[in-house]
């Protein structure tokens, strides 16, 4: 018990839980999952349908952050893969040629690659801080995708494109599968190679990671094209499904809910240690806490304060002092004080 | 040796100023009725109340945090305020303390959150920031106009300046929270306590520094910063909306950052951070006197000014150093 | 002396940390006026105790009296304002903050609540200069000097506070002889104030040179305590180390073998850089072990550093077996077999976050690149044979690195760098913080990897150290490389004579 | 009539008045005939936020090269203080008139103030300002959203005219806090209240996007068995609820009615299918009518305060008939 209770995720599960349980108290039926049209269907397939271009954009931020950065350009890379790939289906003759939606597709994540790889050029070799370098492609993306899409919201009709992101595949949706297999990739990447020592190194300690000999350079280069890939991916996953790129809106708002559930899950943004399992896990807390919120009926002016609610007591719970505290006050023992304790906080 | 020796510290700062007299004056070969000085004080004018958010921030990212919840802040500010003078019908001299006490005490408590229980200033901040977003929404949805004629007079009142040029009452409040920052930052103890905290955290503990008061205040004086925007903004705006300032905070790290402030913490100047609010200004100055760009041009072109400007601030910096060694 | 009252008394203090118990059951008092050493191996828990004395760390049990009244404190601020000054073992200041802020922040000389920067910076030279004869430029920020710098100003900044107790944790870990001599007058004179002085050394030397009393450890346990007078070193040793121990001193001193050395593993040839050391020569070769003498900031560091391309030599050139190289990088110097153990462990040498094991296989992996990735098992392999090998306790591959103690740290990096099987290694200060018997392992280690046919940099500011394990002395001063002093010749007046310059 | 759009240069250099130093109120009032000296027209919009955006920046760009007018265009993205400044930069630039489509009702008081000191007529497209001042600006050209929202209302009411038993509305609404939502529920509301069988089972913001749309209708299905209507406030959120209704298994037109905002092409094609019952038109394309006015005010001809764009509605059968004309 102790163990489980030491977990890194333990605490993160335990929040997932309480959404979940809530949602079935409020609606008994938010569980069920029928079979329909030969794909599975409820709330919970949802979760996972909805969650997952958000979990791709946030496997790729995790590791970014690991190096100590931060990418806020994905919701603007979200949307220049989403505008290319429309684009280039729509100016095709026959728009659900498998051959042209390949190469939609495969521009669309090179470009993303090549965005990403623009981002860790500026943060690597111009020695630009990687919030603004990152901001300056925020910022220039979405005009980017606008000028792609004329400003325009360009709708495609194009079947094969729209399995990506609303097919379904054995009962799931098939962007439930690309996005466990980019984690898994992920995943089989960071523990199965040095990768993950060393971003995790040059996160932690750049200077020591350099005299050690890593090549840091090269690992943040590849963190920032593999977040610019996942943004892609996303973003084609995110236009498939209503087979529409609209640049102004496409993945906005992506790169704060990305960093919201990388660090939901555990990882540091100074960089350092950081955990895969527990973005994922942040992401399906926040797409959960989204469709609670839809499904019961929270009016929508109130939307924000029930999420700042929810996301404060996330992190409170996660915080060992709070917990104490709550504790203390519970049993109401005997009121002492915050003891300071330098930087000895452990994770198992 | 020389007195007029250049410090390294200080080359970022001359690089961005020699940088935005550069911008100031391709502007005005390039558009007519750019060279004014009514434009520079435009500049003024239309930035005061980011001018003075950003001077917080610079605080926040000094000690090495973040403070995202600075948009928000103000648009609660000047909802609270619009519904309290409007609809309460309460008196500015009562509104105005209040709102600042108030984002005051919000800065404070996020503080406090994020130092008692360790959690990263990002999410508290965050968390911060939907909070008075929503607060906005749950007073009112509509916008609410303010007709209060002490704020229609701070809003109109032009101060005039020699030349037959005028600024508002907001830039002479902006002007006076830089100087006191620039004061506070550089001949306080807590402005100093910043620096080391965001030097290196645990040393400053063992260093015997009050961290944990010290971050409290920090994040408290963002916290009346944002407030005092607000108010600023309230008066800008005449108005108390939901949506205001929508996307302000990141416009303010930006500034601050490009003012030569490290995001990592303990290196930077308040006085950058001037310069990166007037940076921001003058890109969105020259824009609007572009006048021809469509909506999209309008993103790239920003982003590529800004580009440049970055780059030439790291060669200009870069070079510097190299004759300072 | 018996008779005074103690003026601090920490009794039955007890402390763990997940997995580890630091201390149990620790007693120990504090006169005024004297000079008390605490003694103990690396991870004895010293540090520990002191920080549960300034706050830092609560107690999980036991009591503190300072003048018998109980006290609590819950940070060093309370503890500074108790009257307790501290100077901790890693350098804990800010290298973001100007020297002459670093001493005097929270004390800065004030006018109306506005600093007096003038004022701040001349008092902080005057500090500097008087107390500790150094003399430097104080504006300029504290993380542009070396750590031998930074421990003193560390140390200027506990001696400027007016305090009843004063903690010296390895103040001299990183110093030279001169500058230790000035510590120690300075010392001297706060204990005829009346000062009680708690002070943490490895050396033995310095024990017996300015201790009244000295308080052992081991394994987080009281061992006892004695005056200096009664307890001969022999004793001392082996009550730190748990069992007897002979002699130290007695390493088996390596007859020359100097015609093998013909063979250079590396060669620079006037090699330097602008602005940090003069162009020098140097060659180093098979199974030779070079040590580096010189005093504080004379460049010893510096010179190493472009060895290994941390810095980027502009002049000169480097050979090696018989061909001109480049060396650019670290990346390149490692793929060259090169190898650099920094004396700055905390900045650029542990990854604080990662575990014992990652730190020390992380050059080995580095080298090896991406995919090559070593198998957990064999990760753990290499790990175990190195924390046994180098006696690292805790020998738990898998907790933080920063969570062991300095000494075991500075292993961890030692381990790091043999792992890889160098050509050529280059330790700078590599004993700093490490305990007696540690240390004689490790000079016993690196004697026999140059038997085996290694090279090896060796600097360290203990000149007996130098001394002891050195085929051939390079010496440096005001960085230039004045002299080489080489096999029979090497002697100990030789050496400091070409240091002091004559 | 179309003519060559080559006329905008890239830069100004042309129109302005030598330039002085003062910002001071000139009596330099728009005097010049529009015989030889281009109209300088400044045109603050909003953002490019949505099609129905870009067809309107688009309409105005287009106006304004055919009618010879010197089009000066400064995009907010989506910000009013943006937009203040562009009004300030072209107070300074000294244009003819200004134009602009207010990102909110409120605040435009003080620089309003400073243009109608320096003698520059303001003209206010798409959006009122809710001044009390109405010396501020000259006309008001644009839609009026609360209509929009009543008119959609009164074709629900008629539709469930004979039904008797609950009717079950869910709304899918704009971004929060913005004047469309605002009003377009205002309206709606308002039409539907006068009976009680109306009953709005579910609101939601989808933040005027497919996705969002798509996203929202789905949780909301999950919860509500029997929805009747679906009011969205603009034709993207309608679009993206049709494919989470088919998601579920129902037919979008006929198990749930469905009734939008706009009148973009993608919502003609949708009605086209059945799949979208009743549109309210929200025309964006008011270029030529600007133009006009601004000619009107720079000769000094008087104009109407208020001039309503000409929007209509559409039914299934209409929208087929519509469906070839339609542009944007
Ligand atoms: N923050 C911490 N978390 C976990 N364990 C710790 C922590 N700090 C110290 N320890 C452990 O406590 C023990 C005592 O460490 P301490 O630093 O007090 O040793 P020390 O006697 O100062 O050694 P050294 O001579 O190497 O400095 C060690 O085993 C160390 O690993
Ligand atoms: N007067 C001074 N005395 C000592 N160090 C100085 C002095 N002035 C500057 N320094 C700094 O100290 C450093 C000396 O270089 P380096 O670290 O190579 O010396 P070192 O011989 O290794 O001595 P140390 O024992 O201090 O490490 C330089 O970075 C320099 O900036
Ligand atoms: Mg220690
Ligand atoms: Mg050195």
């Given at each position: 018990m102790e163990r489980i209770r030491k977990h890194h995720l333990f605490w993160p599960v335990l929040v997932l839980v309480a959404l979940l349980v809530f949602n079935l108290l409020y609606d008994p039926d938010f569980f069920r999952i029928q079979v329909r049209d030969g794909k599975l269907y409820g709330n919970l397939i949802d979760i996972l349908f909805f969650g997952s271009p958000l979990a791709l954009v946030a496997i790729g931020m995790t590791l970014v952050i690991a190096t100590r950065g931060i990418d806020l350009s994905v919701g603007s890379v979200v949307a220049i893969s989403a505008a290319i790939a429309c684009f280039t289906i729509s100016k095709g003759a026959d728009q659900n040629d498998p051959g042209l939606v390949a190469t939609a597709i495969l521009l669309a994540l090179a470009a993303s690659a090549l965005l990403g790889l623009w981002n860790g050029f500026l943060v690597t070799r111009v020695g630009i801080q990687p919030i603004v370098a990152t901001l300056i492609l925020m910022v220039t993306g979405r005009g980017i995708a606008q000028l792609i899409t004329s400003g325009q919201i360009i709708t495609v009709i194009s079947p094969n494109y729209k399995v990506i992101g609303a097919g379904t595949l054995l009962w799931l949706p098939v962007s439930v599968y690309i996005a466990a297999l980019v984690f898994a990739l992920a995943a089989l990447l960071t523990r199965k190679t040095a990768l993950g020592l060393f971003i995790e190194s040059v996160g932690c300690n750049p200077t020591a990671s350099r005299l050690a000999g890593i090549r840091s350079v090269t690992v943040r280069l590849f963190a920032y094209l593999f977040c610019g890939f996942c943004a892609g991916l996303a973003g084609i996953i995110l236009s498939s499904n209503v087979s529409s790129a609209d640049g102004n809106n496409a993945g906005l708002w992506y790169e704060l809910d990305a960093i919201l559930a990388v660090v939901i899950g555990g990882t540091s943004l100074n960089g350092g240690r950081f955990f895969l399992t527990g973005t994922l896990l942040g992401v399906l807390i926040i797409q959960t806490l989204t469709t609670t919120i839809y499904s019961t009926g929270v009016p929508p002016e109130v939307n924000l304060v029930v999420k700042a609610l929810v996301v404060l007591a996330v992190c409170l719970i996660q915080s060992e002092g709070f917990r104490r505290t709550l504790a203390r006050s519970l049993v109401s023992v005997r009121p002492s004080h915050q003891r300071v304790e330098g930087k000895v906080t452990t994770r198992g | 040796m020389a007195r007029f020796a250049i410090k390294k510290q200080h080359v970022p700062i001359i690089a961005s100023t020699a940088l935005l007299i550069l911008i100031f004056a391709a502007g005005s070969l390039r558009y007519t009725g750019f060279f004014s000085l009514q434009v520079l004080l435009n500049l003024l004018i239309d930035n005061a109340f980011l001018l003075i958010v950003a001077v917080g921030m610079t605080f926040v990212i000094l000690s090495g945090g973040i403070d995202l919840s600075v948009g928000s802040v103000i648009a609660l500010t000047t909802m609270l305020s619009a519904a309290l003078i409007e609809q309460a019908g309460w008196p500015p001299a009562v509104v105005i303390p209040l709102v600042l006490a108030l984002g005051t005490s919000m800065g404070a408590g996020m503080g406090a959150i994020i130092h008692y229980y360790r959690i990263q200033p990002f999410i508290v901040t965050l968390a911060g920031m939907f909070l008075a977003r929503g607060l906005c929404f749950v007073i009112s949805i509509n916008a609410i106009t303010i007709k209060d004629p002490f704020y229609v007079t701070m809003a109109q009142t032009r101060v005039p300046i020699p030349g037959g040029n005028f600024i508002s009452i907001s830039v002479i409040i902006a002007l006076a929270v830089l100087a006191a920052a620039i004061w506070l930052a550089h001949f306080t103890r807590f402005g100093r306590c910043v620096y080391a905290i965001g030097g290196n955290e645990y040393s400053a503990l063992l260093m015997g520094l009050p961290v944990g008061r010290t971050k409290v205040l920090i994040y408290a004086f963002s916290g009346f910063c944002s407030a005092l925007a607000g108010v600023v903004f309230t008066f800008y705006m005449l108005s108390g909306y939901g949506l205001h300032a929508l996307g302000l905070e990141l416009d303010t790290i930006a500034a601050v950052v490009i003012g030569g402030?490290?995001?990592?913490?303990?290196v930077g100047y308040v006085f950058g951070t001037f310069l990166g609010v007037m940076l921001q200004g003058i890109i969105q100055t020259i824009i609007s006197f572009e006048g021809t760009l469509s909506s999209w041009w309008t993103k790239i072109v920003i982003g590529v000014l800004l580009l440049l400007f970055i780059l030439l601030q790291r060669l200009l910096s870069s070079r510097g150093e190299v004759r300072e060694a | 002396m018996q008779e005074r009252e103690p003026l601090l008394v920490m009794s039955d203090i007890h402390k763990a940390f997940p997995g580890v118990q630091a201390l149990s059951g620790v007693h120990f008092r504090l006169f005024p006026g004297e000079i008390h050493a605490l003694m103990g191996e690396n991870g004895a828990g010293k540090s520990t105790l002191i920080k549960v004395l300034t706050g830092v760390y609560p107690a999980d049990r036991g009591e503190i009296r300072l003048e018998g009244r109980v006290i609590q404190p819950h940070s060093p601020l309370e503890a500074q304002m108790l009257g307790i000054s501290t100077v901790y073992q890693e350098v804990n200041l800010c290298p973001n903050l100007s020297v002459a802020e670093n001493i005097l922040i929270g004390r800065e000389p004030r006018r109306f609540g506005r600093i007096r920067w003038k004022a701040m910076n001349e008092e902080a030279r005057r500090l500097l200069e008087e107390r500790l004869h150094l003399r430097i430029d104080v504006t300029r920020p504290l993380g542009s000097y070396s750590v031998a710098i930074q421990q003193l100003v560390a140390i200027a900044r506990a001696l400027n506070i007016s305090a009843k107790v004063l903690i010296l944790d390895e103040p001299t870990s990183s110093l030279d002889r001169g500058e230790v001599e000035q510590l120690f007058s300075v010392m001297r004179k706060l204990r005829e104030d009346g000062l009680a002085i708690l002070f943490v050394t490895h050396f033995l030397d310095q024990v017996y040179e300015v201790s009244d009393r000295i308080t052992v450890l081991r394994n987080g346990r009281l061992i006892g305590e004695h005056l200096t007078e009664n307890l001969p070193r022999l004793e001392l040793v082996s009550q730190m180390i748990g069992k007897e121990l002979k002699e130290l001193e007695e390493l088996p001193k390596e007859e020359s073998r100097?015609?093998?050395?013909?063979?250079?593993t590396l060669e620079a040839v006037g090699v330097g850089r602008k602005g940090s050391v003069e162009p020098f020569d140097l060659g180093i070769g098979k199974g030779e072990i070079v040590g580096m003498a010189g005093l504080l900031g004379s460049g010893r560091t510096e010179a190493a550093r472009l060895l290994f391309g941390a810095d980027r030599a502009d002049q000169g050139r480097f050979v090696m077996s018989g061909e001109d190289t480049v060396i650019h990088s670290p990346r390149q110097a490692i793929d060259k077999g090169i190898a650099f153990c920094s004396e700055n462990r905390k900045t650029e040498g542990i990854i604080d976050e990662l575990s014992v094991r990652e730190n020390i296989i992380a050059a080995l992996q580095a080298s090896q690149g991406w995919f090559r990735a070593l198998s957990r098992k064999r990760q753990e392999e290499l790990a175990d044979e190195y924390i046994r090998a180098l006696n690292i306790y805790p020998p738990n591959p898998e907790i933080p690195v920063k969570n062991l103690s300095g000494g075991n740290q500075q292993k961890v990096l030692l381990a790091r760098w043999l792992l890889t099987h160098p050509k050529l290694l280059i330790l700078d200060e590599p004993t700093r913080g490490i305990d007696v018997g540690a240390k004689a392992e490790i000079q016993k280690l690196i004697l026999s990897l140059a038997r085996e046919g290694m090279s090896v940099l060796f600097i360290s500011s203990e000149l007996e150290e130098v001394l002891r394990i050195s085929h051939r002395i390079a010496v440096m001063r005001d960085r230039r490389k004045v002299s080489e002093i080489a096999g029979e010749d090497i002697s100990r007046e030789r050496v400091m004579k070409a240091i002091a310059g004559g | 009539g179309s003519s060559g759009g080559s006329q905008q240069q890239a830069s100004g250099g042309g129109g302005a008045p030598a330039p002085s130093q003062s910002a001071a109120p000139s009596s330099s009032t728009p005097s010049e005939s529009t015989g030889e000296k281009k109209i300088v027209l400044g045109f603050s919009q909003v953002g490019a936020e949505s099609g129905w955006r870009t067809a309107n920046t688009k309409s105005i760009q287009e106006a304004a090269a055919a009618a010879g007018i010197d089009l000066r265009f400064s995009d907010a993205q989506q910000k009013q203080e943006n937009q203040i400044k562009a009004i300030r930069s072209f107070i300074q630039q000294k244009v003819d008139v200004i134009a602009f489509s207010p990102v909110v009702e409120s605040g435009w008081d003080t620089v309003l103030k400073e243009a109608k000191d320096a003698g520059i007529p303001v003209i206010l497209t798409d959006r009122a300002i809710?001044?009390?001042?109405?010396?501020?600006?000259?006309s008001f050209l644009g839609s009026d959203f609360v209509e929009e929202g009543r008119r959609a209302g009164r074709w629900v009411v008629e539709q469930f005219k004979d039904h008797d038993g609950d009717v079950n509305i869910v709304e899918l609404q704009g971004t929060v806090g913005s004047a469309p939502a605002i009003d377009r529920k205002a309206g709606f509301e308002e039409i539907i209240s006068a009976d009680p069988k109306f009953k709005i089972i579910a609101s939601q913001s989808g933040d005027f996007t497919r996705a969002k749309g798509l996203e929202v209708m789905q949780a909301i299905l999950k919860a509500h068995k029997d929805i009747d209507v679906l009011y969205a406030h603009n034709d993207d959120m309608a679009l993206g609820a049709i494919q989470a209704i088919e998601a579920a298994g129902l037919k979008p037109g006929q198990d749930i009615l469905i009734v939008s905002v706009d009148g973009i092409r993608d919502a003609f094609v949708a009605a086209s299918e059945g799949k979208i019952n009743f549109i309210v038109e929200c025309n964006p394309l008011l270029g030529p009518q600007l133009m006009d006015l601004v000619k009107k005010v720079v000769a000094g001809e008087p104009v109407p305060k208020r001039i309503v764009t000409e929007e209509r509605t559409f039914t299934i059968e209409e929208a087929i008939a519509e469906l070839p004309n339609r542009q944007y």
């Amino acid at each position: 018990m102790e163990r489980i209770r030491k977990h890194h995720l333990f605490w993160p599960v335990l929040v997932l839980v309480a959404l979940l349980v809530f949602n079935l108290l409020y609606d008994p039926d938010f569980f069920r999952i029928q079979v329909r049209d030969g794909k599975l269907y409820g709330n919970l397939i949802d979760i996972l349908f909805f969650g997952s271009p958000l979990a791709l954009v946030a496997i790729g931020m995790t590791l970014v952050i690991a190096t100590r950065g931060i990418d806020l350009s994905v919701g603007s890379v979200v949307a220049i893969s989403a505008a290319i790939a429309c684009f280039t289906i729509s100016k095709g003759a026959d728009q659900n040629d498998p051959g042209l939606v390949a190469t939609a597709i495969l521009l669309a994540l090179a470009a993303s690659a090549l965005l990403g790889l623009w981002n860790g050029f500026l943060v690597t070799r111009v020695g630009i801080q990687p919030i603004v370098a990152t901001l300056i492609l925020m910022v220039t993306g979405r005009g980017i995708a606008q000028l792609i899409t004329s400003g325009q919201i360009i709708t495609v009709i194009s079947p094969n494109y729209k399995v990506i992101g609303a097919g379904t595949l054995l009962w799931l949706p098939v962007s439930v599968y690309i996005a466990a297999l980019v984690f898994a990739l992920a995943a089989l990447l960071t523990r199965k190679t040095a990768l993950g020592l060393f971003i995790e190194s040059v996160g932690c300690n750049p200077t020591a990671s350099r005299l050690a000999g890593i090549r840091s350079v090269t690992v943040r280069l590849f963190a920032y094209l593999f977040c610019g890939f996942c943004a892609g991916l996303a973003g084609i996953i995110l236009s498939s499904n209503v087979s529409s790129a609209d640049g102004n809106n496409a993945g906005l708002w992506y790169e704060l809910d990305a960093i919201l559930a990388v660090v939901i899950g555990g990882t540091s943004l100074n960089g350092g240690r950081f955990f895969l399992t527990g973005t994922l896990l942040g992401v399906l807390i926040i797409q959960t806490l989204t469709t609670t919120i839809y499904s019961t009926g929270v009016p929508p002016e109130v939307n924000l304060v029930v999420k700042a609610l929810v996301v404060l007591a996330v992190c409170l719970i996660q915080s060992e002092g709070f917990r104490r505290t709550l504790a203390r006050s519970l049993v109401s023992v005997r009121p002492s004080h915050q003891r300071v304790e330098g930087k000895v906080t452990t994770r198992g | 040796m020389a007195r007029f020796a250049i410090k390294k510290q200080h080359v970022p700062i001359i690089a961005s100023t020699a940088l935005l007299i550069l911008i100031f004056a391709a502007g005005s070969l390039r558009y007519t009725g750019f060279f004014s000085l009514q434009v520079l004080l435009n500049l003024l004018i239309d930035n005061a109340f980011l001018l003075i958010v950003a001077v917080g921030m610079t605080f926040v990212i000094l000690s090495g945090g973040i403070d995202l919840s600075v948009g928000s802040v103000i648009a609660l500010t000047t909802m609270l305020s619009a519904a309290l003078i409007e609809q309460a019908g309460w008196p500015p001299a009562v509104v105005i303390p209040l709102v600042l006490a108030l984002g005051t005490s919000m800065g404070a408590g996020m503080g406090a959150i994020i130092h008692y229980y360790r959690i990263q200033p990002f999410i508290v901040t965050l968390a911060g920031m939907f909070l008075a977003r929503g607060l906005c929404f749950v007073i009112s949805i509509n916008a609410i106009t303010i007709k209060d004629p002490f704020y229609v007079t701070m809003a109109q009142t032009r101060v005039p300046i020699p030349g037959g040029n005028f600024i508002s009452i907001s830039v002479i409040i902006a002007l006076a929270v830089l100087a006191a920052a620039i004061w506070l930052a550089h001949f306080t103890r807590f402005g100093r306590c910043v620096y080391a905290i965001g030097g290196n955290e645990y040393s400053a503990l063992l260093m015997g520094l009050p961290v944990g008061r010290t971050k409290v205040l920090i994040y408290a004086f963002s916290g009346f910063c944002s407030a005092l925007a607000g108010v600023v903004f309230t008066f800008y705006m005449l108005s108390g909306y939901g949506l205001h300032a929508l996307g302000l905070e990141l416009d303010t790290i930006a500034a601050v950052v490009i003012g030569g402030t490290l995001l990592t913490g303990g290196v930077g100047y308040v006085f950058g951070t001037f310069l990166g609010v007037m940076l921001q200004g003058i890109i969105q100055t020259i824009i609007s006197f572009e006048g021809t760009l469509s909506s999209w041009w309008t993103k790239i072109v920003i982003g590529v000014l800004l580009l440049l400007f970055i780059l030439l601030q790291r060669l200009l910096s870069s070079r510097g150093e190299v004759r300072e060694a | 002396m018996q008779e005074r009252e103690p003026l601090l008394v920490m009794s039955d203090i007890h402390k763990a940390f997940p997995g580890v118990q630091a201390l149990s059951g620790v007693h120990f008092r504090l006169f005024p006026g004297e000079i008390h050493a605490l003694m103990g191996e690396n991870g004895a828990g010293k540090s520990t105790l002191i920080k549960v004395l300034t706050g830092v760390y609560p107690a999980d049990r036991g009591e503190i009296r300072l003048e018998g009244r109980v006290i609590q404190p819950h940070s060093p601020l309370e503890a500074q304002m108790l009257g307790i000054s501290t100077v901790y073992q890693e350098v804990n200041l800010c290298p973001n903050l100007s020297v002459a802020e670093n001493i005097l922040i929270g004390r800065e000389p004030r006018r109306f609540g506005r600093i007096r920067w003038k004022a701040m910076n001349e008092e902080a030279r005057r500090l500097l200069e008087e107390r500790l004869h150094l003399r430097i430029d104080v504006t300029r920020p504290l993380g542009s000097y070396s750590v031998a710098i930074q421990q003193l100003v560390a140390i200027a900044r506990a001696l400027n506070i007016s305090a009843k107790v004063l903690i010296l944790d390895e103040p001299t870990s990183s110093l030279d002889r001169g500058e230790v001599e000035q510590l120690f007058s300075v010392m001297r004179k706060l204990r005829e104030d009346g000062l009680a002085i708690l002070f943490v050394t490895h050396f033995l030397d310095q024990v017996y040179e300015v201790s009244d009393r000295i308080t052992v450890l081991r394994n987080g346990r009281l061992i006892g305590e004695h005056l200096t007078e009664n307890l001969p070193r022999l004793e001392l040793v082996s009550q730190m180390i748990g069992k007897e121990l002979k002699e130290l001193e007695e390493l088996p001193k390596e007859e020359s073998r100097v015609a093998d050395w013909a063979e250079k593993t590396l060669e620079a040839v006037g090699v330097g850089r602008k602005g940090s050391v003069e162009p020098f020569d140097l060659g180093i070769g098979k199974g030779e072990i070079v040590g580096m003498a010189g005093l504080l900031g004379s460049g010893r560091t510096e010179a190493a550093r472009l060895l290994f391309g941390a810095d980027r030599a502009d002049q000169g050139r480097f050979v090696m077996s018989g061909e001109d190289t480049v060396i650019h990088s670290p990346r390149q110097a490692i793929d060259k077999g090169i190898a650099f153990c920094s004396e700055n462990r905390k900045t650029e040498g542990i990854i604080d976050e990662l575990s014992v094991r990652e730190n020390i296989i992380a050059a080995l992996q580095a080298s090896q690149g991406w995919f090559r990735a070593l198998s957990r098992k064999r990760q753990e392999e290499l790990a175990d044979e190195y924390i046994r090998a180098l006696n690292i306790y805790p020998p738990n591959p898998e907790i933080p690195v920063k969570n062991l103690s300095g000494g075991n740290q500075q292993k961890v990096l030692l381990a790091r760098w043999l792992l890889t099987h160098p050509k050529l290694l280059i330790l700078d200060e590599p004993t700093r913080g490490i305990d007696v018997g540690a240390k004689a392992e490790i000079q016993k280690l690196i004697l026999s990897l140059a038997r085996e046919g290694m090279s090896v940099l060796f600097i360290s500011s203990e000149l007996e150290e130098v001394l002891r394990i050195s085929h051939r002395i390079a010496v440096m001063r005001d960085r230039r490389k004045v002299s080489e002093i080489a096999g029979e010749d090497i002697s100990r007046e030789r050496v400091m004579k070409a240091i002091a310059g004559g | 009539g179309s003519s060559g759009g080559s006329q905008q240069q890239a830069s100004g250099g042309g129109g302005a008045p030598a330039p002085s130093q003062s910002a001071a109120p000139s009596s330099s009032t728009p005097s010049e005939s529009t015989g030889e000296k281009k109209i300088v027209l400044g045109f603050s919009q909003v953002g490019a936020e949505s099609g129905w955006r870009t067809a309107n920046t688009k309409s105005i760009q287009e106006a304004a090269a055919a009618a010879g007018i010197d089009l000066r265009f400064s995009d907010a993205q989506q910000k009013q203080e943006n937009q203040i400044k562009a009004i300030r930069s072209f107070i300074q630039q000294k244009v003819d008139v200004i134009a602009f489509s207010p990102v909110v009702e409120s605040g435009w008081d003080t620089v309003l103030k400073e243009a109608k000191d320096a003698g520059i007529p303001v003209i206010l497209t798409d959006r009122a300002i809710d001044s009390p001042d109405t010396s501020l600006y000259v006309s008001f050209l644009g839609s009026d959203f609360v209509e929009e929202g009543r008119r959609a209302g009164r074709w629900v009411v008629e539709q469930f005219k004979d039904h008797d038993g609950d009717v079950n509305i869910v709304e899918l609404q704009g971004t929060v806090g913005s004047a469309p939502a605002i009003d377009r529920k205002a309206g709606f509301e308002e039409i539907i209240s006068a009976d009680p069988k109306f009953k709005i089972i579910a609101s939601q913001s989808g933040d005027f996007t497919r996705a969002k749309g798509l996203e929202v209708m789905q949780a909301i299905l999950k919860a509500h068995k029997d929805i009747d209507v679906l009011y969205a406030h603009n034709d993207d959120m309608a679009l993206g609820a049709i494919q989470a209704i088919e998601a579920a298994g129902l037919k979008p037109g006929q198990d749930i009615l469905i009734v939008s905002v706009d009148g973009i092409r993608d919502a003609f094609v949708a009605a086209s299918e059945g799949k979208i019952n009743f549109i309210v038109e929200c025309n964006p394309l008011l270029g030529p009518q600007l133009m006009d006015l601004v000619k009107k005010v720079v000769a000094g001809e008087p104009v109407p305060k208020r001039i309503v764009t000409e929007e209509r509605t559409f039914t299934i059968e209409e929208a087929i008939a519509e469906l070839p004309n339609r542009q944007y």
